[in-house]
């Protein structure tokens, strides 16, 4: 078992910069892949970013280099930078890390992150 939880969300303006947190109950990051989230209600959720357990790093085209993810082994976190935030991108975003040999998807609760003027 792995338990996830987000932090950082909040109500920021358009062009604003947030980076989100993650922090996890262990090391992962050897031997799951990680990655962020986000979901407006309605909506599947959508995949920002994923890491691999060697360490690729691969981001959604459709953010066009504003997120970068970044991990911190020793500290058993995860981040996410946000910058030239836009309203569309108000969501919960979610932290996730996927254990492919044991069957293991695990999420954090998410935090929310308002854009708006």
């Known amino acids: 078992q792995v338990q996830l939880m987000e932090s950082g969300g909040g109500l920021v303006h358009p062009g604003d910069s947030l980076t989100l947190s993650c922090v996890a109950s262990?090391?992962?990051?050897?031997?799951?892949?990680t990655g962020w989230y986000r979901q407006v209600p309605k909506r599947a959720r959508e995949s920002l970013a994923s890491r691999t357990s060697s360490g690729t790093i691969i981001h959604a085209d459709s953010l066009q280099g504003r997120f970068i993810m970044s991990v911190d082994p020793i500290k058993r976190m995860m981040y996410l930078q946000m910058n030239d935030l836009k309203p569309e991108d108000t969501a919960v975003y979610f932290c996730?890390?996927?254990?492919?040999?044991?069957?293991?998807?695990?999420w954090g609760r998410g935090t929310q992150v308002t854009v708006a003027p």
């Open positions: 262990r090391d992962i990051f050897s031997s799951y892949v």
């Open positions: 996730n890390a996927k254990d492919y040999l044991r069957n293991g998807d695990y």
